[in-house]
Protein backbone atom coordinates (compact mmCIF):
# COMPACT_ATOMS: atom_id res chain seq x y z
CA UNK A 1 0.00 0.00 0.00
CA UNK A 2 1.72 3.42 -0.60
CA UNK A 3 0.67 6.89 0.88
CA UNK A 4 -0.27 9.67 -1.36
CA UNK A 5 2.32 11.70 -3.09
CA UNK A 6 3.38 15.05 -1.02
CA UNK A 7 2.33 18.51 -2.67
CA UNK A 8 3.76 21.83 -2.52
CA UNK A 9 1.46 23.44 0.43
CA UNK A 10 0.60 20.12 1.98
CA UNK A 11 1.13 19.48 5.79
CA UNK A 12 4.47 17.71 7.45
CA UNK A 13 3.72 16.39 11.07
CA UNK A 14 6.96 15.98 12.69
CA UNK A 15 6.61 13.34 16.17
CA UNK A 16 9.41 12.88 18.53
CA UNK A 17 9.26 8.64 18.55
CA UNK A 18 12.70 8.16 20.18
CA UNK A 19 15.98 10.95 21.71
CA UNK A 20 14.01 14.38 22.68
CA UNK A 21 15.22 17.33 21.73
CA UNK A 22 17.12 18.39 25.00
CA UNK A 23 19.56 15.28 24.58
CA UNK A 24 22.39 17.25 22.76
CA UNK A 25 20.70 20.67 22.87
CA UNK A 26 19.09 20.29 19.62
CA UNK A 27 16.41 22.75 19.74
CA UNK A 28 18.32 25.40 17.13
CA UNK A 29 17.99 22.58 14.33
CA UNK A 30 14.95 22.03 14.94
CA UNK A 31 13.74 25.77 14.67
CA UNK A 32 16.19 25.38 11.22
CA UNK A 33 14.80 22.39 9.92
CA UNK A 34 10.87 23.46 11.05
CA UNK A 35 12.09 26.92 8.87
CA UNK A 36 13.36 24.68 6.07
CA UNK A 37 10.38 23.15 5.01
CA UNK A 38 7.85 26.19 5.53
CA UNK A 39 10.89 27.91 3.08
CA UNK A 40 9.84 24.80 0.23
CA UNK A 41 5.94 25.62 0.85
CA UNK A 42 4.84 22.67 3.52
CA UNK A 43 3.36 23.94 6.58
CA UNK A 44 4.71 21.89 9.45
CA UNK A 45 2.49 20.46 12.42
CA UNK A 46 4.22 19.51 15.33
CA UNK A 47 3.25 16.80 17.61
CA UNK A 48 2.01 18.11 21.32
CA UNK A 49 4.86 16.79 23.07
CA UNK A 50 7.66 17.53 20.19
CA UNK A 51 9.74 19.65 23.25
CA UNK A 52 9.03 16.86 26.19
CA UNK A 53 12.00 15.40 27.54
CA UNK A 54 11.00 12.00 29.73
CA UNK A 55 14.56 10.99 30.47
CA UNK A 56 16.21 11.55 27.37
CA UNK A 57 13.64 10.64 24.96
CA UNK A 58 10.90 12.71 23.63
CA UNK A 59 8.54 12.02 25.93
CA UNK A 60 6.45 8.70 27.42
CA UNK A 61 5.71 5.72 25.21
CA UNK A 62 1.80 6.88 25.92
CA UNK A 63 2.28 10.23 24.98
CA UNK A 64 4.50 9.61 22.14
CA UNK A 65 2.10 6.50 20.78
CA UNK A 66 -0.16 9.61 21.31
CA UNK A 67 1.39 12.34 19.23
CA UNK A 68 1.80 9.52 16.17
CA UNK A 69 -1.68 8.07 16.28
CA UNK A 70 -2.52 11.83 16.00
CA UNK A 71 -0.64 12.53 12.77
CA UNK A 72 -2.29 9.78 11.56
CA UNK A 73 -5.96 10.83 12.45
CA UNK A 74 -5.92 14.08 11.11
CA UNK A 75 -6.83 14.43 7.37
CA UNK A 76 -4.58 17.51 7.29
CA UNK A 77 -1.31 15.74 7.61
CA UNK A 78 0.42 13.68 4.58
CA UNK A 79 3.52 12.89 5.64
CA UNK A 80 5.09 11.99 9.12
CA UNK A 81 8.70 13.12 9.48
CA UNK A 82 10.17 11.44 12.53
CA UNK A 83 12.53 14.02 14.74
CA UNK A 84 15.48 11.85 15.13
CA UNK A 85 16.69 8.83 16.26
CA UNK A 86 18.09 7.07 19.65
CA UNK A 87 17.07 4.38 21.62
CA UNK A 88 13.27 4.22 22.66
CA UNK A 89 11.59 3.73 19.40
CA UNK A 90 10.50 0.17 20.37
CA UNK A 91 9.31 1.34 23.80
CA UNK A 92 6.10 2.31 21.76
CA UNK A 93 5.14 0.71 18.78
CA UNK A 94 3.18 -1.66 20.86
CA UNK A 95 0.65 1.29 21.53
CA UNK A 96 -0.40 1.91 18.28
CA UNK A 97 -3.48 1.50 16.66
CA UNK A 98 -2.36 -0.37 13.35
CA UNK A 99 -6.01 0.09 12.10
CA UNK A 100 -6.34 3.14 12.38
CA UNK A 101 -3.12 3.79 10.14
CA UNK A 102 -4.38 0.91 7.47
CA UNK A 103 -7.20 3.42 7.23
CA UNK A 104 -5.02 6.47 7.29
CA UNK A 105 -1.52 5.63 4.98
CA UNK A 106 0.61 8.25 5.08
CA UNK A 107 4.13 9.07 4.11
CA UNK A 108 6.43 8.23 7.18
CA UNK A 109 10.34 8.74 6.99
CA UNK A 110 13.01 8.35 9.33
CA UNK A 111 15.78 6.12 10.11
CA UNK A 112 18.47 4.68 12.78
CA UNK A 113 15.95 3.78 16.02
CA UNK A 114 12.82 4.27 13.69
CA UNK A 115 13.82 1.63 11.85
CA UNK A 116 11.75 -1.10 14.69
CA UNK A 117 8.94 1.23 13.70
CA UNK A 118 8.88 1.44 9.88
CA UNK A 119 8.66 -2.34 9.66
CA UNK A 120 6.33 -2.45 12.49
CA UNK A 121 3.96 -0.27 10.46
CA UNK A 122 4.79 -2.41 7.07
CA UNK A 123 4.62 -5.09 8.78
CA UNK A 124 0.94 -5.25 10.27
CA UNK A 125 -0.38 -2.99 7.59
CA UNK A 126 1.44 -3.35 4.64
CA UNK A 127 1.59 0.71 4.12
CA UNK A 128 5.53 1.24 2.15
CA UNK A 129 7.75 3.21 4.60
CA UNK A 130 10.60 4.76 3.84
CA UNK A 131 13.95 4.96 5.47
CA UNK A 132 15.31 8.25 4.88
CA UNK A 133 16.13 11.57 6.90
CA UNK A 134 14.72 12.36 9.71
CA UNK A 135 13.39 15.95 10.82
CA UNK A 136 16.35 17.15 12.55
CA UNK A 137 18.62 16.34 9.31
CA UNK A 138 16.82 19.12 7.54
CA UNK A 139 18.42 22.11 10.03
CA UNK A 140 22.12 21.06 7.72
CA UNK A 141 23.04 23.88 4.99
CA UNK A 142 23.01 21.02 2.66
CA UNK A 143 19.75 20.01 3.01
Known amino acids: MLANKLNVGDTIGVVGVSNSIE ?62 GGQTCNTFIDLLDYEVIKQNPKIITGYSDITVLLQAIYHKTGLVTFHGSNFLDFSEENA
Not at 43 to 55: C, Q
Open 23 to 84: LENKKEDFYKAEKFFVNKGFKVKRGKYIFEDFYGSAGTRHQRAEDMMEMFDDAEVKAIVCLR
